[in-house]
């Protein structure tokens, strides 16, 4: 590997510079119109190019068309509360199971990266991982074709992480993620299998797999593709979504950082707050902004409203006319948002209420 | 790690050099005659020496002296019948496990690994270890005091592997087991995690855990140690036995070479042919061996009549002078021998084949 081509570090904190050059890097292609609309549906993501690359996402257009098994996967380390990056993914898990009944989504709780990253001992990162799942079902998961699964309880996976560990050199996964501490190595070896679990046999066999994932976890795709190679599988697709910033800006949204992030648990009210001092991509005085107009790129409040909360693609370009212009200053948008993620709180945390009793099943009556 | 200190190869087939050198090298302590007598039986491995070196015994006799609780554990690769090596270490866990009713035996059955390393799969390894666990409990296993398990199956072990890979550096590993491919340091890790079993909460919580091993398998023995330290585990204690060789005398006895191994389930009269054409200590003829006796030190034949098939000290002693002074040929011994194995196997044999459902249970049941 030559200097000029770093690895993406997949536990990192950091934003991407640049989307364009490590897309060529690394050969992940473009989102192209032709591809959006070979979908049966659409979806916001998919259509503003929220989801801006992928990886033989034409595997999946072929599945739904001629009506073959495919799997949707994506997991979550049992930590805390959704937040807004997580239920992107959520989303598109959601989305690209709708498309076909011949889908399965799968999904794992990571509590053993919990226990062994965070300390988290696991009786109660399963209750965090209850609320999760919940959240998952009210957002819209489909529970009857869903396969969600703790990685302490998995032992298939554990079998094909401890299979797939004696076709990997240590050159390969120091070129793919840089050198690292043992036990990245090891956890990457588990998300493969995870990655994987889809085509074994106690799953139906090889198919099509989708992982929807930030452009950060790619290390983990191309070690999939990698694998899948060397043992007849079919290598894994995968769709990149563009990271979420913190509403501060800086970084991206994680867990770290509570106050700069928001989760599907917030009180509504502390959301609006949380709103209200987001960054924006206003100027400096509101005579300025009425004669330059704002900078939406700029604005964590547009991206929010872009990536989350603003279905009508038209609502949205008249909100980025108007900020362009200068006739809508930072405030007009923060208190549109702020109601409608307040009452899109509301409602969700209503409707979370009703499943936990569901998700605690799925996750417990596998045992 | 300096050039002159090099490590030990737990995956190798060579015999060490010397035992000594290596004993001093890595700080294992030699069996005394004081310890031999400190256990309430006697036992010909311990009192031969055939078990001439030891990490931390001394814990285990302070446990039965307590009335306190212990683990035995060990384990195999099921890829094969029982053989005299194996057969070794069941015998050492039987023997430990026998001392007190306070002590546990545990038995891994590393499926994951005859899968990874020798493409065995589970369906057929489980066949195999039917066997071995049959062996085990015809060799006086008490199974009211056995946690026998399979890797594929143990999500403890998993999970402590897991957990475990954080705490460890590459240098460490590297410093242990030399440079070698990652699925080695994956394995050793999931061998920490079954030597650390016994210890968890899920067992009864910290305790003495005593292994019988070879001491090519002491790497593992020095990490389990190191990792324990980290965790407020009990440092494993374990007891070094010599090495197998192989009926040729060549190289450890293993599965590789069957021409040149005995199992527990060869057929008498192929084992007693075995015999006959086993390596001995004997001189180029019979004229030179009557004035100048034989070399029982070099001889598989008086080998097996120490370790495994001679119990009274009083008639081992007598083979040997009879053989140092010429007055017994190498046809005297394997004669002896010959008949002596031949009536364990079928002895051998037939408990075993009343215990085999008894071994499917154990292994079955728990899942």
Redesign the interface.
């Known amino acids: 590997m030559s200097d000029d081509k770093r690895p993406i570090d997949p536990w990192g904190s950091t934003l991407p510079a640049d989307y364009e050059t490590l897309m060529t890097e690394f050969g992940i292609e473009q989102m192209t119109n032709e591809l959006v609309s070979a979908f049966p549906l659409t979806h916001r993501l998919l259509r503003r190019k929220v989801e801006f690359g992928h990886r033989d996402l034409w595997r999946i257009v072929e599945s739904i068309k001629k009506n073959e098994a495919y799997a949707v996967m994506s997991g979550i380390k049992p930590t805390g509360d959704f937040h807004l990056g997580t239920m992107m993914t959520a989303e598109e898990i959601i989305f690209y199971q709708s498309l076909s009944d011949k889908s399965v989504a799968h999904y794992c709780i990571a509590d ?2 919990a ?3 965070n300390g988290i001992p ?1 009786e109660e990162s399963h209750e965090i991982a209850v609320g999760n799942v919940a959240d998952l079902l009210a957002l819209g998961l489909d529970a009857r074709r869903a396969y969600v699964y703790k990685q ?2 998995e ?1 298939v996976v ?2 094909l ?3 797939f ?2 076709s ?3 050159s390969t ?1 120091e070129a793919i993620y840089g050198p690292k ?3 990245y ?3 990457a ?2 998300q493969v299998g995870d990655i994987m679990l889809p085509q074994t046999e106690e799953h139906g066999g090889p198919k099509p797999v989708l992982v929807p994932v930030g452009i950060d976890q790619d290390p983990h795709i191309r070690l999939s593709r990698d694998i899948a190679k060397k043992f007849r599988l079919v290598p894994p697709s995968a769709v990149f979504h563009k990271l979420t910033r913190s509403l501060l800006g800086e970084e991206k949204m994680s867990k770290r950082n509570p106050m700069s992030m928001m989760t599907l648990s917030d009180n509504p009210k502390l959301a609006e707050k949380k709103i209200w001092s987001a960054l924006t991509g206003g100027r400096g005085t509101v005579e300025e902004q009425r004669r330059l107009g704002g900078e939406p790129e700029k604005c964590v409040v547009f991206e929010l409203m872009t990536n989350h909360f603003i279905e009508e693609d038209e609502e949205l370009r008249k909100v980025y006319l108007e900020c362009r212009t200068g006739a809508r200053l930072c405030g007009d948008c923060k208190s549109q948002l702020a109601d409608i993620v307040s009452k899109f709180l509301m409602k969700h945390q209503q409707k979370k209420e009703g499943l936990t009793d569901l998700a605690r099943s799925m996750l417990e009556g596998r045992r």
């Open positions: 053993l990266e226990l062994a990253d696991l302490s309880e032992k554990q079998r992480a401890f299979v560990s004696t990997v050199t240590f996964l501490h043992i036990k190595y090891f956890s070896l588990i």
